[in-house]
C-alpha cells in the first residue's frame, strides 16, 4: 500500500468535517520505517509531524476507509479535522496546501471558499532538503509535480471505477460521472464537483438509524416460523397414518423439491444484482418485466393477508379447544368466540408491527424459542414412552419394530364426510405445511445484504424444516399406532385389544386423533404453547410481508388509485398504511371464521408466486442477456423450468377449481398492467427475449430467397420529423401497415449533439405512439440533403429488412429554389435507381409541409416557447454547444429543400387566417417549429419541460398515453399553435388518407411496365379499411389505334390473372398526336427562366462540359432531343384534366429521368405539367422487377 493519501478538504483546516479517501498515486510502495516519505514522519524529533499525520495517521486513516479485506467501507465518513489536530500541532495543521488546481487558480478566485482537493505537505522547503534528501530524489524522478503530492485525480478528466458511478442517478448516493461531450469535446468546460453524502443513501442499506437484519434474524427465522406451522402439530401425525412412512417421506421429498427448486431459482434471481424493499414482487417485476411482476405482488400481498386470517383462527381454535379442556368459555364456547378472540389478538399484532421492526424481530425469536423447545418435547417424549395407562390405550407404545413395520405402508381410508383420500388428496392437504419460503425475501428491504441472505438463510430453513418433519414422521410411525379405543381395561387385562377396532370406529390413533403430538410429547402444555406460537409467528410473518410488498408495488404506480399507499412513515419507511390495510382485510375474514375455501386459494396464490420464479430464472437463462450474471451458481435452467411445471401441477391438484381461478385472476392484472404501459424501463428479460427472438428472426430471413409472391414494399419516406409531414408517412403506412417495413428518413446538414438527437428521436417516437404507426425514424447528420439522403439509402435497413422503395414528397418551390437544391433533388433520383430502389413522389394540392400549421400537437415545448436552460451536469459551454450545433443542424436539415409546400398556399393561408388567426402555412422548412432563439438565453430553471431533456419526453409521454381522447378523433391528434382548435378543412386535409372514405376514386395511369409496382401500390390502398370501398380505375396506353380493341381485351386479361379488380379500364389511342397549343404554351411559361438562347451559350460556350456548375439550364439541344416525349406528357396533362380531375387519387408510372438526357428543370417541368390542379398525385416507378405474378 502506498504511504501517500489525499484529502478532501476546504481551503482552510476549519472547514466542517468532510470525506477522506486513499488514493495511491506513487507507484513506489515502501514501509514507512524504511525512509521517510509523504504521509510518514522522518522517524525523530519534529519531523515526525512534518510528514503529514504523524507516524500512525495514514493507518489510522486508511484503518477507518477500509475493512479486513482492504475494501472500503460504505460508511466511511468521519471529521477530517479532528483526524488532524489529534496528529499536528497548530502551526503545522497550516501547511496543507491545495493541488496544482487552486495553484494555477486567478488571484481573484484565490480567496474563494471552494471544495477541492488537498494533499498533505512538508512544513517548509528547507527542513525537507536537509532531512529527506531520500524523498525528495524518488520525487525527482517521479513524472508528477514535485512541490505537490496529488491524487491522480487531478490529472484527468476521466473518472476512476467507483461503485457510485453504477448506482441508479434517482439515488442520493450517485456519483458524477462526466459525459462524452466533456470528455471528447474540448470546447465544454465545467466539471460537477458536488459531493454526495453515502450516510443517507436509501440503497445502500446503512441509513443513519435505520435497523437492518443479517441473514439469521431477517431470512433464517422467519422462515423457519414460517414453515413450520399448525400442520406440523395437528396434520402431520395424520399424513402418516394415512400415507405411512414411506410414501410419507416420498410426499414430504416432493414437497421439500418444490420449495427446493424455486429457492434455488430464489437465490439466482437475488445475486444478480442489487435487490430492494417487495421481495418476490421486485425480483419477479424486475426480472420478467412489470405485467407479471404487478399481478403475482398484487395476489401475493392479498394472499399473505388472508393467510394472516387464516394462522389467527388456527390460534384461536387452538386455544378454544384449551379452554374447552378447562370448560372456559367467552360468549358460546364456538365461532363467537373465535371471531371475539381474533380480533383481539390481529390487533395485538398490528400494534407490535406498528411500534416497529425491532420489536417484531424480538416477538419473533421469542416464539422461535417457544417453537423448538415444543418440538424438542416431542423427540424427548417419544423416547420416555407411554407415562400412564391412559396413553397406552390412545396408541402411544413407544417404540416398537412390530408398530414401526404395520405403519411402513399406506392406508388410505374414506373420511366422515366421504371423502375418499389418495397419495395427491393428502399430499394438497400438507403442502401449506412447506409454504413460507419467501418469508425473508418479503422483507429484502430491511436485510443487510440480501444478495447472501436470501440464498444462506432460505435454503438452510428448507434443509432444517425437511430434517424435522421427516424425522417426526419416523417417530410418529415408529411409536403410536395408526388405530387405538382409549379403553383403559384393555391395557390393565395386559392385551393389546385397544389396537383391534374397524376404521372409522376408534377415536385415537394416527388415523383419528390431531393430538398425537401432544401425546407423545413429554409435557402436553409446551405442544399447546409450540402450536400458539407457531400460528403467531406465521400470522405475524403474513401481517409484516403483505404490505411491504405492497408498498413496493404502490411506489412504482402499476396500477390506478393506490400510490396513496406507498407512504413509508419513520426510520425505517414503515408502510403503517398497508398495515391498517392488510388488518382490515385479515379482520373481515377472521369475522368469517369459516376458511377450509380458502385456504386452497391462499396455496394456489403462493404456488404460482413460486411458479414465476422458477419461471424468471429459466427465462433469464434462456434469453441470456449480458446482464445475467448472478454470483449463485448452484442453479439449472431446466430444473427451474420443471420446478415451474411442478408449481402448476400441484396447483390443480391442490383443487383445479382455484387453480383456474387463480390464473384468471393472474391473467386479468396482467392485461390490466399491459394495458395501462406504466413507464418503466426495469430491463427485463421479456425485453431481451424479444430482442433475441427479432434478431434471430432477421437472420432466418437471410436465408430465405426471394419471390415475387412475397414481395413487401418496404418504403423509406423521406419526410423529416414525422409530425411536419404528416400526410406523406400517413400514405406510406398505409401501404406497410401490418405488411411491411416504414422508415422515416431526417437529414441534418452538419453535425448535431447527441442530446439533440436523442430529442428528435423521442419526439418522433412520441408521434408514432400517438398516431399509432409502426415504424422507424432514421437520422443521419450530411454535409447537404443529397449526401445525406444517399447515406439513407445506403444504410437504412438491415438484412432483408432493407427499403426497397423511396418516397419523397414533391418539390414545390423548384422554379424558386436555389439551383444546387434543385439539382440535390434530382440527383436523389438518381442515386435511387442505381441503387435498384423504386421512386414514389406524392405532391398534395395543399402542400405537405405543416411545420406551421401545427403547434406542439406531441406535448412538447419547443424553444420558441421555452428558452433553453442549464440541465444537470451541464456548463454555459455546454448550453451554447448544443444550441448552435441544434441551430446548424436544424438550418441544413432535409426540411430544407421547401419542396413540399404547395403553390396554393397562398390561398390557403387566406383561409386559414380568415378562420383562425393564429394557423398559418408558408412556405417554410418543416424545422421552423424547432427553431431555436439566437437571442440572449435564459439561465433561469424553467417550469415547463426542456426540448432537449430525455426526462421530460418520458414524463410527456406518460401523461399523452393517460389522456381520454379518442385516438381516430383528428381534432384531439392536431391542433394549431397553443392548442387551438384547427378549422374542418384543414382537419380534412391533414386527415385525407387516414379518415373513413366512401365512393372514393383511385384512377391508376399505368403508362410503362415497371414491373407492376405502379398497379400494386393503389391495389394495396384499395384493401385497407378506410379505403376499402374505393374503385379502381386503370387507364393504359394503346400500341395502334386499330388494335385497340384487341388490346383492350389483353389487358383486361392481364387485370383478371393478377387477380385485381378494377371498375373501368381505358386505353390512350392517340398520345402520340400533337398537343393543345394552350398546353405548349403552359409549359414554355414554366421552363422560360431556365432556357438558354443559342447566342447565350456562344458568349461563354453551348457544351455541356462548361455548364457543369450550373447544370439546372435547358438548352435548345435539350428540347429538340426529348420533344417527343415532352408532347407525349402534355397530352397525358390533357387526358388527365378531362379524366381524373374529380378523382380522390391519382397514381401515375414516374417518367424516367435518363441520365445525361434530360436536366432537372426540365424533369420537374413534365411533373408539374402532369400533377398541376390535380388531386393528390403519385408518381411511381418500379425498379422494373416484377412485383406482381399470376402464377401460383
Not at 403442502?431 to 447472501?452: E, R, V
Not at 414491373?1011 to 374505393?1030: A, D, E, K, V
Request: hydrophobic share 40%.
Amino acid at each position: 500500500m502506498s504511504d501517500t493519501i489525499s484529502f478532501e478538504l476546504g481551503s482552510s483546516a476549519d472547514r466542517p468535517p468532510n470525506r477522506f479517501q486513499v488514493n495511491p498515486v506513487n507507484g513506489n510502495s515502501r514501509k514507512s520505517q524504511d525512509g521517510p516519505g509523504i504521509g510518514s514522519g522522518s522517524g525523530t524529533g519534529q519531523g515526525q509531524g512534518q510528514g503529514g499525520l504523524g507516524e500512525d495517521g495514514p493507518h489510522e486513516v486508511y484503518r477507518r476507509l477500509t475493512n479486513a479485506e482492504g475494501e472500503l467501507l460504505e460508511d466511511d465518513t468521519f471529521d477530517a479535522t479532528q483526524m488532524l489536530n489529534q496528529h499536528q500541532p497548530r502551526q503545522q495543521r497550516q501547511s496543507i496546501k491545495s493541488s496544482f488546481r487552486d495553484k494555477d487558480k486567478p488571484s481573484r478566485f484565490k480567496d474563494l471558499q471552494t471544495t477541492t482537493r488537498f494533499q498533505v505537505d512538508p512544513q517548509n522547503e528547507e527542513s525537507d532538503e536537509s532531512n529527506d534528501s531520500l524523498e525528495e530524489r524518488e520525487l525527482l524522478d517521479n513524472e508528477y509535480d514535485t512541490k505537490y503530492g496529488k491524487s491522480f485525480r487531478h490529472f484527468t478528466r476521466e473518472a476512476l471505477p467507483r461503485l457510485d458511478n453504477y448506482r441508479n442517478m434517482m439515488s442520493i448516493q450517485a456519483a458524477y460521472r462526466p459525459t462524452l461531450d466533456e470528455l471528447h469535446n474540448a470546447t465544454l468546460v465545467g466539471k460537477n464537483t458536488h459531493s454526495l453524502t453515502r450516510n443517507q443513501d436509501p440503497e445502500s442499506g446503512i441509513l443513519n438509524g435505520v435497523l437492518k437484519f443479517g441473514w439469521i434474524k431477517g431470512v433464517l427465522v422467519r422462515c423457519l416460523l414460517n414453515i413450520w406451522g399448525v400442520m406440523l402439530f395437528l396434520r402431520l401425525s395424520w399424513v402418516v397414518g394415512q400415507a405411512g412412512v414411506i410414501e410419507g417421506f416420498v410426499l414430504i421429498l416432493t414437497t421439500t423439491a418444490v420449495t427446493t427448486i424455486t429457492a434455488l431459482s430464489m437465490s439466482a434471481i437475488s445475486t444478480n444484482g442489487v435487490i430492494k424493499g417487495g421481495g418476490t414482487y421486485y425480483m419477479i417485476s424486475r426480472s420478467l418485466g412489470p405485467e407479471f411482476g404487478g399481478s403475482i405482488g398484487l395476489i401475493f400481498s392479498l394472499a399473505n393477508a388472508v393467510a394472516c386470517a387464516m394462522y389467527v383462527v388456527g390460534f384461536c381454535e387452538s386455544m378454544l379447544a384449551m379452554m374447552t379442556t378447562f370448560e372456559w368459555e367467552i360468549v358460546d364456547g364456538g365461532v363467537q368466540d373465535v371471531r371475539i378472540i381474533g380480533c383481539i389478538t390481529i390487533l395485538l399484532l398490528l400494534i407490535i408491527v406498528v411500534v416497529g421492526m425491532e420489536w417484531e424481530a424480538k416477538a419473533q425469536i421469542g416464539l422461535l424459542i417457544i417453537l423448538l423447545v415444543a418440538i424438542g418435547d416431542f423427540v424427548v417424549g417419544s423416547f420416555i414412552g407411554p407415562k400412564s395407562d391412559s396413553e397406552l390405550a390412545k396408541g402411544f407404545l413407544g417404540y416398537n419394530a412390530t408398530l414401526f413395520k404395520n405403519n411402513l405402508f399406506a392406508d388410505y381410508r374414506r373420511e366422515k364426510s366421504g371423502i375418499q383420500h389418495d397419495f395427491f388428496s393428502v399430499f394438497a392437504i400438507f403442502f401449506p405445511a412447506a409454504t413460507g419460503i419467501l418469508a425473508g425475501a418479503n422483507i429484502s428491504g430491511d436485510l443487510k445484504d440480501p444478495q447472501k441472505s436470501i440464498p444462506k438463510g432460505t435454503i438452510l430453513a428448507i434443509v432444517i424444516t425437511t430434517g424435522t418433519y421427516l424425522i417426526m414422521v419416523l417417530q410418529c410411525g415408529a411409536t403410536v399406532a395408526r388405530d387405538a379405543t382409549g379403553n383403559l381395561s384393555d391395557v390393565v387385562n395386559g392385551s393389546f385389544a385397544f389396537l383391534d377396532c374397524q376404521p372409522g370406529e376408534c377415536s385415537y390413533g394416527l388415523q383419528n386423533s390431531f393430538q398425537v403430538i401432544e401425546l407423545v410429547s413429554g409435557f402436553g402444555p409446551l405442544i399447546y404453547a409450540g402450536c400458539y406460537a407457531a400460528t403467531l409467528s406465521s400470522a405475524l410473518a403474513s401481517l409484516v410481508s403483505a404490505p411491504k410488498v405492497f408498498q413496493a408495488l404502490c411506489k412504482d404506480e402499476l396500477y390506478p388509485k393506490i400510490v396513496w399507499f406507498a407512504k413509508g412513515y419513520g426510520k425505517n419507511n414503515e408502510p403503517v398504511r398497508g398495515y391498517v390495510l392488510t388488518f382490515i382485510i385479515a379482520s373481515a375474514f377472521i369475522l368469517i371464521g369459516e376458511l377450509n375455501l380458502i385456504a386452497p386459494l391462499i396455496s394456489n396464490f403462493f404456488l404460482a408466486a413460486y411458479m414465476l420464479i422458477n419461471f424468471s430464472t429459466f427465462h433469464a437463462s434462456l434469453a441470456k442477456p449480458v446482464g445475467w450474471r448472478p454470483t449463485f451458481k448452484y442453479y439449472n435452467m431446466w430444473l427451474s423450468l420443471l420446478g415451474a411445471i411442478l408449481c402448476v401441477a400441484v396447483m390443480f391438484l391442490i383443487s383445479w377449481a382455484t387453480a383456474l381461478i387463480t390464473f384468471a385472476a393472474v391473467l386479468a392484472l396482467y392485461l390490466i398492467v399491459a394495458y395501462r404501459k406504466p413507464d418503466v424501463n426495469w430491463g427485463s428479460t421479456t425485453q431481451a427475449q424479444t430482442y433475441k427472438n427479432a434478431l434471430m428472426s432477421v437472420q432466418q430471413l437471410n436465408n430465405v430467397e426471394e419471390h415475387v409472391k412475397n414481395y413487401r414494399p418496404q418504403i423509406l419516406v423521406l419526410s423529416g420529423l414525422p409530425n411536419t409531414r404528416p400526410v406523406l408517412v400517413d400514405l406510406a403506412y398505409m401501404l406497410t401497415k401490418n405488411l411491411s417495413l416504414l422508415v422515416c428518413g431526417h437529414v441534418l446538414r452538419g453535425s448535431s449533439s447527441q442530446k439533440y438527437r436523442t430529442y428528435l428521436q423521442e419526439r418522433a417516437a412520441n408521434w408514432f405512439r400517438k398516431h399509432r404507426v409502426k415504424g422507424f425514424y432514421a437520422l443521419v447528420d450530411g454535409e447537404d440533403f443529397e449526401s445525406g439522403t444517399r447515406a439513407l439509402m445506403q444504410a437504412s435497413g438491415i438484412g432483408k429488412l432493407k427499403p426497397n422503395i423511396i418516397l419523397m414528397g414533391y418539390k414545390t418551390d423548384w422554379q424558386t429554389c436555389d439551383r444546387k437544391e434543385l439539382d440535390q433533388y434530382f440527383n436523389v433520383m438518381h442515386k435511387a435507381l442505381d441503387m435498384y430502389l423504386s421512386v414514389a413522389i406524392l405532391r398534395a394540392p395543399q402542400g405537405l409541409d405543416c411545420s406551421q400549421l401545427l403547434g406542439s400537437q406531441d406535448g412538447w415545448k419547443t424553444t420558441a416557447d421555452v428558452p433553453r436552460t442549464l440541465q444537470p451536469n451541464e456548463s454555459s459551454g455546454d448550453l451554447q454547444g448544443v444550441d448552435s450545433s441544434a441551430r446548424n443542424g436544424l438550418s441544413g436539415s432535409i426540411d430544407s429543400l421547401s419542396r413540399n409546400v404547395s403553390q396554393e398556399d397562398r390561398n390557403r393561408n387566406q383561409l386559414v387566417h380568415g378562420e383562425q388567426n393564429s394557423l398559418k402555412i408558408v412556405k417554410s422548412s418543416s424545422t421552423s417549429d424547432l427553431s431555436f432563439i439566437a437571442g440572449n438565453q435564459s439561465k433561469d430553471v424553467s417550469g415547463m419541460p426542456d426540448p432537449l431533456d430525455a426526462k421530460s419526453a418520458n414524463l410527456v409521454s406518460n401523461s399523452l398515453r393517460k389522456s381520454k381522447l379518442k385516438h381516430d378523433d383528428p381534432a384531439s391528434l392536431y391542433k394549431g399553435p397553443g392548442g387551438v382548435e384547427l378549422p374542418k378543412e384543414v382537419l380534412a386535409d391533414l386527415t385525407q388518407f387516414t379518415r373513413k372514405r366512401s365512393h372514393a376514386v383511385i384512377d391508376v395511369w399505368w403508362l410503362y411496365d415497371d414491373g407492376g409496382l405502379t398497379l400494386l401500390l393503389p391495389y394495396i390502398i384499395s384493401t385497407r379499411r378506410t379505403w376499402q370501398t374505393c374503385k379502381l380505375r386503370v387507364y393504359a396506353l394503346a400500341n395502334k389505334n386499330s388494335e385497340l380493341e384487341f388490346e383492350q381485351r389483353s389487358m383486361a386479361s392481364l387485370l383478371s390473372k393478377f387477380r385485381i379488380d378494377y371498375s373501368d379500364l381505358t386505353l390512350i389511342p392517340d398520345i402520340t398526336k400533337k398537343p393543345q397549343e394552350t398546353s405548349t404554351q403552359f409549359f414554355n411559361e414554366l421552363i422560360k427562366d431556365f432556357v438558354v438562347t443559342e447566342k447565350e451559350g456562344e458568349n461563354g460556350s453551348s457544351s455541356r462540359a462548361t455548364l457543369n456548375e450550373d447544370d439546372a439550364h435547358i438548352t435548345d439541344d435539350d428540347l429538340l432531343a426529348v420533344q417527343d416525349k415532352t408532347n407525349r406528357y402534355l397530352r397525358l396533362r390533357e387526358y388527365l384534366r378531362e379524366q381524373s380531375t374529380k378523382s380522390d387519387l391519382v397514381v401515375m408510372t414516374m417518367p424516367m429521368p435518363r441520365k445525361n438526357i434530360v436536366s432537372a428543370p426540365l424533369y420537374m417541368a413534365w411533373l408539374e405539367s402532369l400533377s398541376r390542379d390535380m388531386p393528390p398525385f403519385l408518381f411511381v416507378r418500379g425498379n422494373q422487377t416484377s412485383v406482381l405474378t399470376f402464377y401460383s
